[in-house]
C-alpha cells in the first residue's frame, strides 16, 4: 500500500490540546484520530455539528449599565441616529 504524507499547519499549543484529547477518546495518537476523521470524510460518513458555547453571564452591575441604556432608548433619552442606507451610513462615518 503506497501512502502520502498530509502536512497541517498549526499551533503547538493546539496539537498538544488535541493529542491530549486524542489519547483520553481511546486513540494510540493523533495520527490515528487524523486518520479514522479523514476515512469517515472519505467515505461521506462524517456529520459535523456546531454547537453555541454556554452564554456569558453578565455581572449584576453590567446588567445595570445594559438595563439603563435599554430603558435610554426606550424612553426617548438615547440620541440615536437611523439611516435608510449603507450609502448613507458610510457618508456619515466617514466626515
Given at each position: 500500500m503506497s501512502r502520502t504524507i498530509l502536512q497541517v499547519p498549526m499551533s503547538p499549543t493546539l496539537r498538544k490540546e488535541a493529542e491530549k484529547q486524542a489519547l483520553a477518546q481511546g486513540f494510540s495518537s493523533?495520527?490515528?484520530?487524523?486518520?479514522?476523521f479523514l476515512q469517515k470524510l472519505a467515505k461521506g460518513a462524517l456529520g459535523i455539528t456546531f454547537e453555541e458555547e454556554k452564554a456569558v453571564q453578565l455581572s449584576p452591575k453590567?446588567?445595570?449599565r445594559y438595563d439603563?441604556?435599554?430603558?435610554?432608548i426606550d424612553s426617548g433619552k438615547a440620541k440615536l441616529k437611523t439611516?435608510?442606507?449603507?450609502?448613507?451610513l458610510m457618508k456619515y462615518l466617514n466626515k
Open positions: 493523533l495520527q490515528e484520530a487524523v486518520r479514522v453590567a446588567i445595570k439603563k441604556i435599554i430603558d435610554d439611516f435608510e442606507n449603507v450609502s448613507d
